[in-house]
T-cell receptor, first 111, second 112 residues
Framework: EDQVTQSPEALRLQEGESSSLNCSYT??????LFWYRQDPGKGPEFLFT???AGEEKEKERLKATLTKKESFLHITAPKPEDSATYLC????????????FGKGTKLTVNP | DTAVSQTPKYLVTQMGNDKSIKCEQN?????MYWYKQDSKKFLKIMFS???????INETVPNRFSPKSPDKAHLNLHINSLELGDSAVYFC???????????FGSGTRLTVV
């Protein structure tokens, strides 16, 4: 069964304190790995898609990387506005279009 | 211009009632989805429609019935609501073979 595990469940950082979120996955064949950001009371907002091991993508203070077993979301010098739940999801090759989500990491950045 | 819009945003109802949630997307996408997010924030797919055809139907009680009148709309009807149906329901859309979804802002369903 396709599975996505995110760690830690919650992370509290001071403003400017860089860190990484982890997403490990077990799938029969990876078509794409997605990172989303979800703010309270809102729907997930798309951040990145990664397709193959070694790929990296950046957006402002966020950088996503992918290996054959896991993905990392690196947050450099975070600000309080980066506080949100970060969701990782996989799409399986040869299957339907569905995304299988992890349970998310709730990030809190204190000023 | 909201890309994926859901109505209502909040729905409070009694056990045993029947209710519907509506979803519309103006992105021109050909695939639409319903996801359920439980109290632990875990998102799980329920249904998917591609060009009005049902393509994903996960293990969901048959009290839940999706309907897609056209490829821009996907509604969710729930019969005989139970306490365990309380959750946030998200509609999403995507273009087949173009990666990534766009999500709506969710409908918080509370069954009392």
């Amino acid at each position: 069964e396709d599975q996505v595990t995110q760690s830690p469940e919650a992370l509290r950082l001071q403003e400017g304190e860089s860190s990484s979120l982890n997403c490990s996955y077990t799938v029969s064949g990876l078509r794409g790995l997605f990172w989303y950001r979800q703010d309270p009371g809102k729907g997930p907002e798309f951040l990145f898609t990664l397709y193959s091991a070694g790929e990296e993508k950046e957006k402002e203070r966020l950088k996503a990387t992918l290996t054959k077993k896991e993905s990392f979301l690196h947050i450099t010098a975070p600000k309080p506005e980066d506080s949100a739940t970060y969701l990782c999801a996989v799409q399986v090759r040869g299957g339907s279009e569905k995304l299988v989500f992890g349970k998310g990491t709730k990030l809190t950045v204190n000023p | 211009d909201t890309a994926v819009s859901q109505t209502p945003k909040y729905l409070v109802t009694q056990m045993g009632n029947d209710k519907s949630i509506k979803c519309e997307q103006n992105l021109g996408h050909d695939t639409m989805y319903w996801y359920k997010q439980d109290s632990k924030k875990f998102l799980k797919i329920m249904f998917s429609y591609n060009n009005k055809e049902l393509i994903i139907n996960e293990t969901v009680p048959n009290r839940f019935s999706p309907k897609s009148p056209d490829k821009a709309h996907l509604n969710l009807h729930i019969n005989s609501l139970e306490l365990g149906d309380s959750a946030v329901y998200f509609c999403a859309s995507s273009q087949v073979r173009a990666y990534g979804y766009t999500f709506g802002s969710g409908t918080r369903l509370t069954v009392v």
